[in-house]
Structure formats: structure tokens, C-alpha cells
């Protein structure tokens, strides 16, 4: 049986605990890649595996991993745009798909935000949903909006 190449994002205080199980599954999981917008703690998260590929974003290593673990996975970044934007009086983010690359069965998609008519993030994804909250997480991040 081969094993899944896995790329952890976010190697903050979660990751210790994903490392842990990563461990006990390690006949069916290959770490291959550590990505964190801090590059030391990426370096740190290699480096309990050894040979693990840094990164500081996620893009840099989509074609070296096969499924992806996150501090993040269940963070709603659509929903804390919306929240933002409605707070401040900015109405609702649109989404628009830019582009999607590669054979139907192995998509890319490229989604851009827009608040106001003022152009925001982008976020790349294997699904419309995945690259809007990319789209949505990197807008938050432009806008300096803590969450």
C-alpha cells in the first residue's frame, strides 16, 4: 500500500497535536511538506519529521502533496469576511471565478474578491468552495482584519 504525501499548514499550536497522530498513522502517511506564514515554525514542524519540504505558502507545494492538514480546516474565512464587511458598513464580498485550469476531473480554480468594487485577494482550490475561502483568508489578511 502506498502512502498518502500529506502537507500540514499552519504548524502553530494545533500542528503538535496533528504530529502526534501523523506519528501513529505513519505506514499510511508521508509528511512531505510543513507551510506556515511564520517560516521558523514551519522549519520546527520539518524538523520533528525530518525531511519534510518548508514553505511560507501553501501554493508552494500543491504539487508535491495529495491531501492537506490544517490548524485551519474548519475556520469559515467566507463567514468572517461577511462579518467584517457588514460591520464596517461594506455590504456583501462577491466571488468570481477568474479561471479554472486542467482536465475536468482535475480542476484548479481561481476565485478573486471584490468589496465594493475594490479588488481583494485570491485563492486557488480543487473546488469553487476551497478557492473562495483562500480568496476570502487572503482578503482578511490585506485588510489586516484580526480573527
Not at 517560516?39 to 508535491?64: K, N, Q
Not at 473562495?132 to 484580526?146: C, I, P, R, S
Request: proline share 1%; hydrophobic share 40%.
Amino acid at each position: 500500500m502506498s502512502k498518502v504525501r500529506l502537507g500540514l499548514v499552519g504548524c502553530g499550536g494545533m500542528s503538535k497535536s496533528h504530529m502526534r497522530r501523523f506519528h501513529t498513522l505513519g505506514s499510511r502517511l508521508d509528511l512531505v511538506a510543513a507551510v506556515d506564514v511564520v517560516e521558523e515554525r514551519a522549519a520546527a514542524a520539518a524538523e520533528l519529521v525530518g525531511g519534510a519540504r518548508v514553505a511560507t505558502d501553501y501554493r508552494e507545494i500543491l504539487d508535491d502533496v495529495e491531501q492537506f492538514a490544517s490548524d485551519e480546516a474548519f475556520f469559515n474565512y467566507k463567514s468572517a469576511l461577511l462579518e467584517w464587511t457588514q460591520g464596517e458598513g461594506k455590504g456583501h464580498p462577491v466571488y468570481s471565478v477568474k479561471s479554472e485550469q486542467g482536465p475536468d476531473h482535475k480542476k484548479t480554480f481561481v476565485v478573486e474578491v471584490t468589496v465594493q468594487g475594490q479588488r481583494f485577494g485570491k485563492g486557488m482550490g480543487k473546488n469553487k468552495k476551497s478557492a473562495e475561502q483562500m480568496a476570502a483568508k487572503e482578503t482578511l489578511n490585506l485588510l489586516d482584519v484580526g480573527i
